[in-house]
């Protein structure tokens, strides 16, 4: 039962209005409780829509809402939008689906493990433009197989700012933290 109300969390948080940032009549924007990055915004709508795998066709106007919602967001971070990762996990553990909007730093104490960092630096992360696509192509998102996620998150851990390939997490956190102090690529990807 704990679970399920942690499974849930997100669907408490935005009817919170202490925790929105901005609102629309179709989604609302908060900040990650625990953020993986300096800067992690969650966008969520007011639709029940579990996750990507239940999108369709008819969604397009609520996806450019939530992306549009999200842009605020990131207009408050003094960053400029290329320096953000824009996305959706393929196998979510919160319901409600919820656009992740992370700042491509990924310095964080709440980042602890390199699953945390695969989530959000493989394609475990379906890219928000890639979704839009596959809505209009097809009118869905085909959801992977769970082999796949595996091997997903399993992924030898690389740098997303350089080459640098490191062989344990700790290492790859404090080269992450030397970027940080030295200034982040706003190029990478």
């Given at each position: 039962?704990?679970?399920?109300?942690?499974?849930?969390?997100?669907?408490?948080?935005?009817?919170?209005?202490?925790?929105?940032?901005?609102?629309?009549?179709?989604?609302?924007?908060?900040?990650?409780?625990?953020?993986?990055?300096?800067?992690?915004?969650?966008?969520?709508?007011?639709?029940?829509?579990?996750?990507?795998?239940?999108?369709?066709?008819?969604?397009?106007?609520?996806?450019?809402?939530?992306?549009?919602?999200?842009?605020?967001?990131?207009?408050?971070?003094?960053?400029?939008?290329?320096?953000?990762?824009?996305?959706?996990?393929?196998?979510?553990?919160?319901?409600?689906?919820?656009?992740?909007?992370?700042?491509?730093?990924?310095?964080?104490?709440?980042?602890?493990?390199?699953?945390?960092?695969?989530?959000?630096?493989?394609?475990?992360?379906?890219?928000?433009?890639?979704?839009?696509?596959?809505?209009?192509?097809?009118?869905?998102?085909?959801?992977?197989?769970?082999?796949?996620?595996?091997?997903?998150?399993?992924?030898?851990?690389?740098?997303n700012q350089c080459s640098f390939r490191p062989k344990?997490?700790?290492?790859?956190?404090?080269?992450?933290?030397?970027?940080?102090?030295?200034?982040?690529?706003?190029?990478?990807?």
């Amino acid at each position: 039962m704990a679970s399920q109300a942690w499974a849930d969390g997100l669907i408490h948080a935005i009817n919170n209005k202490a925790k929105q940032l901005f609102v629309s009549d179709l989604a609302v924007v908060i900040k990650d409780k625990y953020p993986k990055a300096l800067h992690h915004f969650l966008v969520l709508p007011w639709k029940d829509i579990d996750s990507v795998y239940d999108l369709s066709a008819e969604d397009n106007v609520l996806l450019q809402d939530m992306y549009e919602l999200g842009m605020k967001a990131v207009g408050t971070s003094g960053l400029a939008p290329d320096r953000f990762d824009y996305g959706y996990h393929m196998k979510p553990s919160m319901r409600r689906l919820h656009l992740h909007i992370i700042s491509k730093d990924y310095h964080s104490p709440c980042l602890s493990h390199r699953y945390h960092w695969n989530a959000f630096n493989t394609e475990f992360l379906i890219k928000h433009e890639y979704v839009i696509e596959k809505l209009h192509e097809r009118g869905s998102v085909d959801r992977p197989s769970m082999q796949y996620i595996m091997q997903l998150l399993e992924t030898p851990l690389q740098c997303n700012q350089c080459s640098f390939r490191p062989k344990k997490w700790a290492d790859l956190k404090l080269h992450l933290q030397q970027h940080v102090e030295t200034g982040f690529d706003s190029t990478a990807s």
